[in-house]
């Protein structure tokens, strides 16, 4: 008998301590979890390339009356998590779906390639924000096991991205721990792209309270050039404003190395 789920997240942003004093020394991939799930729906037509980052107007998102949801059925979808079916207000997060997509595979057989793009993520400020973030939640987890058949890495996408949108310690950690164990065990690798100083600071704190395996899985990637050089990018959707943030990041170094190369001039010239 699978253990019953609970998908109700907090909307107050946690800070780390309180984080992870709720469950303590946490071994993720150890936890106990349901097994191994089947999905009769498709993902293609949910899991649109990145282009843009739209911004929804302040007041647009609403919870929707049971005789809203049967007028339009469709903007409710099942998905399987555990042993249980959860719905999941389509229309709500109709404009953050682009956050997880499919990259292609990587290696001989199904590999699977999952990008999370945290641009795409809502703004604390927008309204409704734990309903749409308990929506999106499950979106993220039902997705995810609809695109995994065997071995997957993750690459997580953190360029151009503000500190209202990161998503808290909380809810990340109640995404891998919802996660299916064999998922969990399937993950190979988790590439951070762009990792900011606050990632790495996260991470660093946390290190003592995860598993050592999963501690290894974790990689830094500073440029696209560089994953390029990990994982095949013909199918990795890279939204235009990570694009334009690296190209800024650039012509801010090149600047710096100028600027150092016409004081040396400089000084060689004085002497």
């Given at each position: 008998?699978?253990?019953d789920?609970?998908?109700?997240?907090d909307?107050s942003e946690?800070s780390v301590l309180?984080?992870?004093?709720?469950?303590?020394?946490?071994?993720?991939?150890d936890?106990?979890?349901?097994?191994?799930?089947?999905n009769?729906f498709?993902?293609?037509?949910?899991?649109p390339?990145?282009?843009?980052?739209?911004?929804i107007?302040?007041g647009?998102?609403?919870?929707?009356?049971?005789?809203?949801?049967k007028?339009?059925?469709?903007r409710?979808?099942?998905?399987r998590i555990?042993?249980q079916?959860?719905?999941?207000d389509m229309?709500?997060?109709?404009?953050?779906?682009?956050?997880?997509?499919?990259?292609?595979y990587?290696?001989?057989?199904?590999?699977?390639?999952?990008?999370?793009?945290?641009?795409?993520m809502p703004e604390s400020?927008?309204p409704?924000?734990?309903?749409?973030?308990?929506?999106?939640?499950?979106?993220?987890?039902?997705?995810l096991?609809?695109?995994?058949?065997e071995?997957?890495?993750?690459?997580?996408l953190?360029g151009?991205?503000t500190?209202?949108k990161m998503?808290s310690?909380?809810?990340?950690?109640?995404?891998?721990?919802?996660?299916?164990?064999?998922?969990?065990?399937?993950?190979?690798?988790l590439?951070?792209?762009?990792?900011?100083?606050f990632i790495?600071t996260?991470l660093a704190i946390?290190?003592?309270f995860?598993?050592?395996?999963f501690?290894?899985k974790?990689?830094?990637?500073?440029?696209?050039?560089?994953l390029?050089?990990?994982?095949?990018?013909?199918?990795?959707?890279?939204?235009?404003?990570i694009?334009?943030?690296?190209?800024e990041?650039?012509?801010?170094?090149?600047?710096?190395?100028d600027?150092?190369?016409?004081?040396?001039?400089?000084?060689?010239?004085?002497?």
């Open positions: 008998m699978a253990p789920i609970s998908l109700t997240l909307r946690e309180s984080d992870l004093d709720e469950s303590g020394d946490i071994d993720l991939d936890l106990d979890t349901p097994s191994e799930n089947s009769e498709e993902w293609e037509d949910d899991l390339k990145p282009k843009t980052t739209d911004v107007r302040k647009s998102l609403t919870e929707y009356t049971a005789a809203e949801e007028d339009d059925g469709r409710w979808r099942m998905f555990g042993e079916d959860h719905r999941v229309k709500a997060i109709e404009p953050y779906k682009k956050v997880i997509s499919h990259g292609g990587y290696g001989d057989g199904l590999n699977a390639i999952v990008v999370f793009a945290v641009c795409f400020s927008q409704n924000y734990r309903y749409l973030m308990d929506n999106l939640f499950k979106y993220v987890i039902g997705t096991e609809l695109l995994v058949a071995n997957y890495m993750i690459v997580y953190n151009a991205t500190r209202r998503p310690l909380g809810w990340l950690r109640k995404c891998y721990q919802q996660i299916d164990r064999r998922l969990r065990k399937n993950l190979k690798s590439i951070i792209v762009h990792p900011s100083w790495r996260l946390t290190k003592p995860i598993s050592s395996k501690s290894q974790i990689r830094y990637v500073f440029t696209l050039a560089e390029a050089e990990l994982i095949p990018m013909e199918y990795v959707g890279i939204p235009e404003c694009k334009q943030y690296e190209e990041k650039f012509r801010k170094k090149q600047k710096r190395v600027q150092e190369l016409n004081g040396k001039q400089e000084q060689k010239s004085e002497q």
